[in-house]
Nanobody
Framework: VQLQASGGGLVQAGGSLRLSCAASTSIFSTINDMGWYRQRPGKQRELVALIASGGTTNYADSVKGRFTISRDNAKDTVYLQMNSLKPEDTAVYYC????????????????WGGGTLVTVSS
């Protein structure tokens, strides 16, 4: 299993960025939750947003109303649309997915993609 994230970069405060993360899995795999975490300078990794396979979403309070998570199950891809970015959103953003690689697994396993840096200038 591989998670490949893209879309980070430098943006001014108030701007927008869209992150994408594609999961490479086998045909026997089932992807449960997908989402994004971030690690701000000097802070621990924290949840940004999660989306279940059926579309139910969960957001950190700090991003509600500004960020939107979505997924394309046919492409095994999760997106994070980030609007009204603030300097405090500066962080390395990590893609996450919970995946059952074979049907016999009772629970999925957590997988992480390499981080993508988002820098918001004031």
């Amino acid at each position: 299993v591989q998670l490949q994230a893209s879309g980070g970069g430098l943006v001014q405060a108030g701007g927008s960025l869209r992150l994408s993360c594609a999961a490479s899995t086998s045909i026997f795999s089932t992807i449960n939750d997908m989402g994004w975490y971030r690690q701000r300078p000097g802070k621990q990794r924290e949840l940004v947003a999660l989306i279940a396979s059926g579309g139910t979403t969960n957001y950190a309070d700090s991003v509600k109303g500004r960020f939107t998570i979505s997924r394309d199950n046919a492409k095994d891809t999760v997106y994070l649309q980030m609007n009204s970015l603030k300097p405090e959103d500066t962080a390395v953003y990590y893609c996450y997915a919970n995946i059952k690689t074979i049907p016999q697994m009772p629970f999925g396993k957590d997988y992480w993609g390499g981080g993508t840096l988002v820098t918001v200038s004031s």
